[in-house]
């Protein structure tokens, strides 16, 4: 109820990408949203029939591929289930719960003070992690594709979670040859952005960075105002102006 939903949880950190691919801050936000696959009433039609409240210590966790074991993992184990008492979080609660409501289906269309259009698509129960993006301009078209392996690796090393399996851009030039572009590949969760990130966070002298990425408060703000607008454009029906959302 509280979370915000996919759209700020998950959202948020492809809003923010957007803004620094465009340089420039959303103005006006249209969104639509479904519970289509998760939650009780999507699983009853599929023949789903374990709607325990929880996994830890369920008959049916074994056999359910959506179950996640927090005693599998010290790390899962320590951050979680052993600090339920003092967080309040269950980590490892049913998907297919009938107390689950937020989207796991969303369309957003947001237009930029700069002029420019994103058309976005969230579905959160896809066999594969990662992203698509396409950027039309005047000159042509970027295509760019990632797949990442997942962020819940009980088994595997933490290093690993996130970390990119395949990318590939593809340049389009108007009347021109389409081209592949080589990507960089670095070490590291999201696709090597984590080291970065935490060089820049940590160390006294962090590298310079000519493409300034490193984000400061107003970044975060931003990308976070994109999911808070769609979610209120999802509840009622309306485009919402971003502006109308700060209070001076």
């Known amino acids: 109820m509280n979370s915000g939903g996919l759209l700020v949880h998950k959202s948020t950190h492809h809003f923010d990408l957007v803004n620094f691919w465009m340089d420039s801050q959303p103005k006006k936000v249209f969104a639509m949203g479904a519970l289509n696959f998760y939650g009780q009433a999507a699983a009853v039609k599929r023949g789903v029939t374990n709607f325990s409240y929880r996994y830890h210590n369920s008959p049916y966790a074994k056999d359910d591929p959506f179950a996640i074991d927090l005693e599998s993992s010290p790390v899962l184990k320590g951050l979680y289930l052993d600090a339920e008492e003092e967080s309040g979080y269950i980590r490892d609660r049913n998907v297919f719960s ?6 796991d289906t969303m ?3 947001v237009k930029y003070r700069n002029g420019a259009i994103l058309t976005y698509s969230l579905n959160s129960y896809m066999p ?4 698509n993006v396409m950027i039309n301009g005047s000159k042509g078209r970027i295509e760019y594709s990632a797949m990442e392996k997942p962020y819940i690796n009980a088994g595997g090393k933490k290093s690993d979670e996130g970390a990119m399996v395949y990318h590939h851009i593809k340049v389009l030039p108007l009347f021109e040859a389409a081209y592949d572009v080589e990507v960089e590949v670095r070490e590291g969760g999201h696709g090597g952005g984590d080291p970065a990130m935490l060089d820049d966070i940590f160390l006294e002298n962090p590298p310079h960075d000519p493409l300034k990425r490193s984000a400061d408060h107003t970044a975060g703000l931003r990308s976070i105002l994109t999911g808070i607008a769609a979610n209120k454009s999802i509840a ?3 485009a919402i102006d971003v502006d109308s ?3 001076w």
């Open 107 to 109: 369309g957003v269309l």
């Open 236 to 238: 009622s029906g309306l």
């Open 98 to 103: 009938d107390e689950i409501s937020i989207e």
């Open 245 to 247: 959302l700060l209070v």
């Open 128 to 131: 594969w992690e990662g992203y």
